[in-house]
C-alpha cells in the first residue's frame, strides 16, 4: 500500500522571501517565491501532506497565518519556533523495506520550491 507523503518545507527563505530584518518580516507582505504556489498545488493534487515550520516564534502565529493566507499558501500543519539551528530528521526504516522512508533537500536561501523533483 502507498501511502501519501509527507512534506515539511520551512517558510522563510523556501516559500517566501527571507528578510534578513525581522522586524521588516511582520511590517509588510512577503514576497512568495517564484514556483511556490504552483509546487503546493501540485504536491496537493498527490494527496500530500503539506506541513509548514517555522523559527518564528509562536507569538507571531496571528501574523504568520494571516501573511500565508494573503499569499494563498496552504498547508495542513503549522510548526512553529523551531529555532535557527540545524533540523534533523530522524526516521524508522520499515521493517520489509529497504529503502529509506525519510530525506532531506536543502536549498539555497530564496531560490525556492520550483526545481525540486520527484518526490
Known amino acids: 500500500m502507498n501511502r501519501a ?3 515539511f518545507l520551512d517558510i522563510d527563505g523556501t516559500l517566501i ?3 534578513e530584518n525581522i522586524s521588516q518580516q ?3 507582505t512577503p514576497k512568495l517565491l517564484d514556483g511556490t504556489l504552483e509546487k503546493l ?3 496537493d493534487r498527490k494527496g500530500y501532506n503539506i506541513i509548514l515550520t517555522t523559527g518564528r516564534r509562536e507569538g507571531v502565529r496571528d501574523i504568520t497565518v ?3 493566507a494573503e499569499l494563498g ?3 495542513d500543519q503549522l510548526i512553529m519556533g523551531l529555532g ?3 533540523r534533523v530528521l530522524v526516521n524508522d526504516r520499515k521493517k520489509d523495506k529497504t529503502h529509506d522512508t525519510a530525506i532531506s533537500i536543502n ?4 531560490e525556492g520550491i520550483k526545481s525540486i523533483e520527484n518526490l
Open 84 to 86: 535557527g539551528g540545524v
Open 107 to 110: 536549498l539555497n536561501r530564496n
Open 26 to 28: 511582520f511590517l509588510s
Open 5 to 7: 507523503k509527507t512534506i
Open 41 to 43: 498545488s501540485e504536491w
Open 66 to 68: 494571516k501573511q500565508l
Open 73 to 75: 499558501i496552504f498547508y
Open 17 to 19: 522571501e527571507h528578510c
